[in-house]
């Protein structure tokens, strides 16, 4: 629920919602990480710093622990570090697509304009793979939408997932 709430950009409640999660389950590194991406999103300095200061030992092993750093050091014109940090979140989680949009940021900034191509091109991919994952929630695709979405998977190096798709596509129609 927070992470929906979070994509309908209700910062808001998704903060208090993830605030009571952390109070049930205050040893749950991604609960922990994703309440410090949450302040970071709604650039709560204060509060970022309250969680920084109180993270659980091993949110380093967190994707959006490096997201939410990374995301902070751009806000603040840092972008070495900030690339440092969004990489290694992307490496961490290669489906974080926002992720991959600040880090082609960084890197523009920086003047590193073909990293920064091929970041923004696996940004794309994310954002039309996301895109058509919320249309199939909603309504079933048709055969060259199922198909597009294998291709798309096999883009991103996720094989399994694009036979999985390539599998629906040949058995619905």
């Known amino acids: 629920q927070a992470r929906l709430l979070h994509a309908e950009n209700d910062l808001d409640e998704a903060i208090l919602l993830i605030q009571q999660l952390r109070k049930a389950f205050p040893s749950s590194l991604p609960i922990a990480a994703f309440e410090g991406r949450l302040y970071g999103d709604a650039q709560d300095d204060v509060a970022l710093r309250d969680w920084l200061t109180s ?30 940090c969004l990489g290694e979140a992307v490496r961490r989680d290669p489906t974080d697509r926002f992720s991959y949009d600040r880090l082609q940021r960084s890197l523009r900034f920086l003047g590193q304009e073909q990293a920064a191509d091929r970041v923004a091109e696996r940004f794309q991919l994310l954002v039309e793979t996301a895109a058509m994952a919320r249309k199939f929630g909603q309504e079933r695709g048709s055969k060259s939408e199922l198909y597009r979405m294998a291709d798309l998977l096999m883009e991103l190096h996720r094989p399994w997932e694009a036979i999985g798709w390539r599998s629906v596509a040949l058995s619905t129609f």
Do not use: S
Not at 56 to 83: C, F, K, M, N, S
């Open 55 to 84: 993270a659980p030992e091993g949110i380093e092993q967190e994707p959006e622990y490096w997201a939410t750093l990374g995301a902070w050091l751009q806000r603040q014109d840092r972008h070495r570090g900030a690339v440092r």
